[in-house]
T-cell receptor, first 115, second 115 residues
Framework: KAGVTQTPRYLIKTRGQQVTLSCSPI?????VSWYQQTPGQGLQFLFE???????NKGNFPGRFSGRQFSNSRSEMNVSTLELGDSALYLC??????????????FGEGSRLTVL | AQSVAQPEDQVNVAEGNPLTVKCTYS??????LFWYVQYPNRGLQFLLK??????LVKGSYGFEAEFNKSQTSFHLKKPSALVSDSALYFC?????????????FGAGTRLAVHP
């Protein structure tokens, strides 16, 4: 089985722009979660989608949003980029239904640099 | 507030020696507990988890973790370290509320295994 695929792997944006990141989960996985990883704040949960519905959200401003499509692929969007948004954005998929199990399969991430 | 603490930024161990990476948590109730590993420029990989039952949990690559409820600790261990174990290790908890895929991660501990 193919793993979790994230695109693009690297991107550079300037302040004020917006960005969209894409994640294709492992086939059959219906839950997709997003995490932000920075040297200062570490790994922080952004949100989780299951069956096209956001069922969990972290403590991030409304500039961060996401969605999930019927094929379980997910996108996250960050609008009005700030320097502090520079980070590795990790997507993770999970096969479990219900409340999940916490056993996540991570992609290699999209590294965003905001100048 | 719910939190995970990994008190050591880095752990150094000689190849063949036992290793321990420490983790303590502050979460109400009976959370799920996890260890993940991150190799350079890669996403996270699941190592093991504790839900309930035996306090010693065995996981991938010969790793195991010991759950201690009275000390709210979940230390990662391996009887004999390999150079290839060198990586960044994250302890995580999943509070019961909010779904099990919403993980709270520790800051990470860099494990360096020397030949």
């Amino acid at each position: 089985k193919a793993g979790v695929t994230q695109t693009p792997r690297y991107l550079i944006k300037t302040r004020g722009q917006q960005v969209t990141l894409s994640c294709s989960p492992i086939s059959g996985h219906r839950s997709v979660s997003w995490y932000q990883q920075t040297p200062g704040q570490g790994l922080q949960f952004l949100f989780e989608y299951f069956s096209e519905t956001q069922r969990n959200k972290g403590n991030f401003p409304g500039r961060f949003s996401g969605r999930q499509f019927s094929n379980s692929r997910s996108e996250m969007n960050v609008s009005t980029l700030e320097l502090g948004d520079s980070a590795l954005y990790l997507c993770a998929s999970s096969p479990a239904q219900g409340l999940g199990t916490g056993e996540l399969f991570f992609g290699e991430g999209s590294r965003l640099t905001v100048l | 507030a719910q939190s995970v603490a990994q008190p050591e930024d880095q752990v150094n161990v000689a190849e063949g020696n036992p290793l321990t990476v420490k983790c303590t948590y502050s979460v109400s109730g009976n959370p799920y507990l996890f260890w993940y590993v991150q190799y350079p420029n890669r996403g996270l990989q699941f190592l093991l988890k504790y839900i309930t039952g035996d306090n010693l949990v065995k996981g991938s690559y010969g790793f195991e973790a010991e759950f201690n409820k009275s000390q709210t600790s979940f230390h990662l261990k391996k009887p004999s370290a390999l150079v290839s174990d060198s990586a960044l290790y994250f302890c995580a908890v999943s509070p019961i509320s909010g779904g099990y895929n919403k993980l709270i991660f520790g800051a990470g501990t860099r494990l360096a295994v020397h030949p």
